[in-house]
């Protein structure tokens, strides 16, 4: 998802803001702001209450450690029939969609990626055969095994993309990316509550619709999935430790990737304004357009395309 939206999102806000004109200071503090405020708390507040809970009753009460486990207060032993079936099936039905979102971006970036370098069409036929070709591999890594096939895959994709961000950060607008985590990060704490109550109330708006609704429908048709796998790796933990950190580090992650992606997007767009017209009309090329704009941009244009395959494999 960031590799997606970590220079769309802002560039979107800051041209086509909810509410103000764009393309003006303000809309640059605001969009970044918006872009905190959706991957922010929000999301890891929903995984840190699904995972939580299946924690607490798995590793303190012997329960599965499967959503059913949190019917037990409310029906105890019968989670284990029919009642549990319908939830853990729930659970699985929404992972499915929210896997389906996240392979959909990854497929259409993936796509865009190679256009970039070859001659091959940006297509909907394209991505299907993308679709097919990395499931193959990522259920080879499967079957290969967890530890043997994906935990390396996710160790090279972490890695790859810290270089990528360092990369950015420093061959980037490195001041300005420090002054606008610092800013932004300050302007979403202020303004996290009424953030949380704002309605859109134009009933000619979609935006709320198309952004807010959309990726609060995203993080918990995950929760099942990031829930359960933040609650297998918190034996030991107090409950303390576990909502700190899996509230405040995966944010704190989340807006360093923002600032270093968005930011520089919003720098070139500020001071050359020549990238945002491309971004808007197609938001899967809008990593790739950051970085033909920065050096080295087609050695770091290959890199990323690969970061987004194994970015899928893996998710898949």
Not at 31 to 43: D, K, N, Q, T
Not at 81 to 102: E, M, N, P, Q, Y
Not at 222 to 246: D, K, Q
């Amino acid at each position: 998802g960031l590799m997606f939206w970590g220079v769309a999102e802002p560039m979107n806000h800051y041209v086509n803001p909810p509410i103000s004109d764009g393309g003006n200071p303000a809309a640059l503090r605001e969009a970044m702001r918006i872009s905190f405020f959706h991957w922010g708390l929000h999301p890891w507040a929903i995984y840190a209450i699904f995972g939580l809970s299946i924690a607490y009753y798995h590793f303190r009460h012997d329960l599965p450690l499967a959503p059913r486990s949190l019917l037990y207060p409310l029906i105890g032993e019968r989670m284990r029939g029919w009642w549990g079936h319908l939830v853990d099936i729930l659970a699985t039905v929404g992972t499915l969609f929210g896997v389906a979102t996240s392979l959909g971006f990854g497929a259409i970036q993936i796509n865009a990626g190679i256009g970039t370098m070859t001659e091959v069409a940006d297509a909907v036929v394209v991505q299907v055969w993308i679709i097919a070709v990395i499931t193959c591999v990522a259920t080879i890594s499967v079957v290969i095994g967890l530890h043997k096939g994906i935990q390396r895959l996710s160790i090279a994709t972490m890695g790859l993309a810290a270089l990528l961000l360092l990369f950015v950060f420093i061959t980037g607008p490195t001041a300005y990316i420090i002054e606008i985590f610092v800013t932004s990060l300050g302007a979403y704490l202020q303004k996290i509550v009424y953030a949380s109550f704002w309605l859109d109330l134009r009933r000619d708006s979609d935006w709320q619709a198309d952004w807010t609704l959309f990726y609060w429908g995203w993080w918990i048709s995950w929760s099942p999935f990031v829930g359960m796998f933040v609650a297998r790796i918190s034996r030991g933990r107090t409950i303390r430790e576990f909502v700190l950190s899996v509230m405040f580090i995966p944010s704190l992650a989340t807006f360093v990737w923002l600032s270093v992606f968005g930011g520089t997007g919003l720098y070139l767009q500020a001071t050359e304004g020549d990238i945002a017209e491309p971004i808007l009309a197609d938001a899967a090329i809008a990593l790739h357009t950051l970085l033909a704009a920065l050096p080295f941009g087609d050695v770091t244009g290959v890199l990323a395309t690969v970061l987004v395959i194994i970015f899928f494999v893996t998710s898949s």
